[in-house]
């Protein structure tokens, strides 16, 4: 059964302070793993797509990187509107699996 | 703009009551689908719909109920079958035939039940 697991659950940051967050996934057959961005009360807003392994996507303090079995959300100098859950989700043929999400709060 | 819209935005029902969630997209989107988000969990597919007048079961389907008799609207039941309906629900859609396309959401509906 395809499973993503994301850590840490939480994660609280100083402004300026650079992290990264993880996404370790197991599925047969992937065929994109996504990253959204979801603010308390709304809808998940997509990020990137990483179709294959050393495949890299930036938008502005974010950038995301593959491996085989996992993806790392590295953010840069985080300020404060960075604050939101992640969430990474996987596709295989048949279905797209998410992850519970971290929870990014970035203090001034 | 284009987006989905889902409303109300807060719902509160009694044990017992069916409720209906609405979801309407102006996206020209054949796809959509219905999530459920609780604390903790990661997004669960109740329903989802490919085209107009067909859909299927997700992976927790049990006391729910959808209707797809427009493109743009894919509105979802929550029945008193459901033995725990509290969730914020979210509806998404995507277009098909576009390989790997990402989904795009509405802003939820918060239900609770009581």
């Known amino acids: 059964e395809d499973q993503v697991t994301q850590s840490p659950e939480a994660l609280r940051l100083q402004e300026g302070e650079s992290s990264s967050l993880n996404c370790s996934y197991t599925?047969?057959?992937?065929?994109?793993l996504f990253w959204y961005r979801q603010d308390p009360g709304k809808g998940p807003e997509f990020l990137f797509t990483l179709y294959s392994a050393g495949e890299e996507k930036e938008k502005e303090r974010l950038k995301a990187t593959l491996t085989k079995k996992e993806s790392f959300l590295h953010i840069t100098a985080p300020k404060p509107e960075d604050s939101a859950t992640y969430l990474c989700?996987?596709?295989?043929?048949?279905?797209?699996?998410f992850g519970a999400g971290t929870t990014v709060t970035v203090r001034a | 703009d284009g987006g989905i819209t889902q409303s109300p935005k807060y719902l509160f029902r009694k044990e017992g009551q069916n409720v209906t969630l609405s979801c309407e997209q102006n996206?020209?989107?054949?796809?959509m689908y219905w999530y459920r988000q609780d604390p903790g969990q990661g997004l669960r597919l109740i329903y989802y719909s490919q085209i107009v007048n067909d859909f299927q079961k997700g992976d927790i389907a049990e006391g729910y109920s959808v209707s797809r008799e427009k493109k743009e609207s894919f509105p979802l039941t929550v029945t008193s079958a459901q033995k725990n309906p509290t969730a914020f629900y979210l509806c998404?859609?995507?277009?098909?035939?576009?390989?790997?396309?990402?989904?795009?959401f509405g802003n939820g509906t918060r239900l609770t039940v009581t």
């Open positions: 996206l020209n989107h054949d796809a």
């Open positions: 998404a859609s995507r277009p098909n035939g576009i390989l790997n396309s990402p989904l795009h």
């Open positions: 989700a996987v596709r295989n043929d048949y279905k797209l699996s």
């Open positions: 599925v047969s057959g992937l065929r994109g």
